[in-house]
T-cell receptor, first 114, second 110 residues
C-alpha cells in the first residue's frame, strides 16, 4: 500500500532551469495538493485540485504550474526556477467530503535552486 | 495576522513532563481542527482530530474552544519519541482547504 508517492526526493537546479515534480496516490482520493515548507513558515498551499479535471491556486502559486493528469496523478512544474523556490515540497491527497477527513502526504522533495 | 498561530517554541522538557501547546485561528467559520506531527525531514502525519467536546488518545488530550478560537494539545508523561514538531491545522467547511500553523518544536530530554 504505497499511499502518496512523490519524486524526486532531492533536486538541485540552476536559476532558470525547469523541472516537474511528480505525485501519484493509490487511495482513489478526489483531492490533491502541493505545499511548500520553509523554516518558520509552516506549510503553504501552492495549488490544489479538488477533483480530476480541476485545479485552483493556493496561497503562493506564482512561478508554478500544475497538471491533474488523471485521478491518481498531480504534477507541479517550475518553468524557470528561482532561488526563492528553494524549499521542501510536499504533495498530499485527501477525500474532501469525508466527515473525518485526513491529509496523506508524500515523503517530500528537497529542492535547491542555485 | 496569520490565519493560524502557534506557540513559537522550541519546548525543551525532561522525560515524564507534561507539556501543553496552544494554537489560535482567525477564521470563525472554521469547522475542522487537527494536530499533525512532523518528525525532522519527514512528512506531516495526523496525530489527532480535535472535537468540540475535547478528545483524548492515550497520553494526548486535545481541546477546542470555539468562542475563543483556540485549540490546545496536552501531552502527559512525555517520552523521548515525542520529540517532533507539532502542527495545528484548521479547515473550513467540507470542500475547503487545510491551513497549517507554523508549528511548535518539542524536544524531550533524557
Amino acid at each position: 500500500n504505497a499511499g502518496v508517492t512523490q519524486t524526486p526526493k532531492f533536486q538541485v537546479l540552476k536559476t532558470g532551469q525547469s523541472m516537474t515534480l511528480q505525485c501519484a496516490q493509490d487511495m482513489n482520493h478526489n483531492s490533491m495538493y502541493w505545499y511548500r515548507q520553509d523554516p518558520g513558515m509552516g506549510l503553504r498551499l501552492i495549488y490544489y485540485s479538488a477533483s480530476e479535471g480541476t485545479t485552483d491556486k493556493g496561497e503562493v502559486p506564482n512561478g508554478y504550474n500544475v497538471s491533474r493528469l488523471n485521478k491518481r496523478e498531480f504534477s507541479l512544474r517550475l518553468e524557470s526556477a528561482a532561488p526563492s523556490q528553494t524549499s521542501v515540497y510536499f504533495c498530499a491527497s485527501s477525500e474532501l467530503w469525508e466527515s473525518n477527513e485526513k491529509l496523506f502526504f508524500g515523503s517530500g522533495t528537497q529542492l535547491s535552486v542555485l | 495576522r496569520k490565519e493560524v498561530e502557534q506557540d513559537p517554541g522550541p519546548f525543551n522538557v525532561p522525560e515524564g513532563a507534561t507539556v501543553a501547546f496552544n494554537c489560535t485561528y482567525s477564521n470563525s467559520a472554521s469547522q475542522s481542527f487537527f494536530w499533525y506531527r512532523q518528525d525532522c525531514r519527514k512528512e506531516p502525519k495526523l496525530l489527532m482530530s480535535v472535537y468540540s467536546s475535547g478528545n483524548e488518545d492515550g497520553r494526548f488530550t486535545a481541546q477546542l474552544n470555539r468562542a475563543s478560537q483556540y485549540i490546545s494539545l496536552l501531552i502527559r508523561d512525555s517520552k523521548l519519541s515525542d520529540s517532533a514538531t507539532y502542527l495545528c491545522v484548521v479547515r473550513g467547511n467540507y470542500g475547503q482547504n487545510f491551513v497549517f500553523g507554523p508549528g511548535t518544536r518539542l524536544s524531550v530530554l533524557p
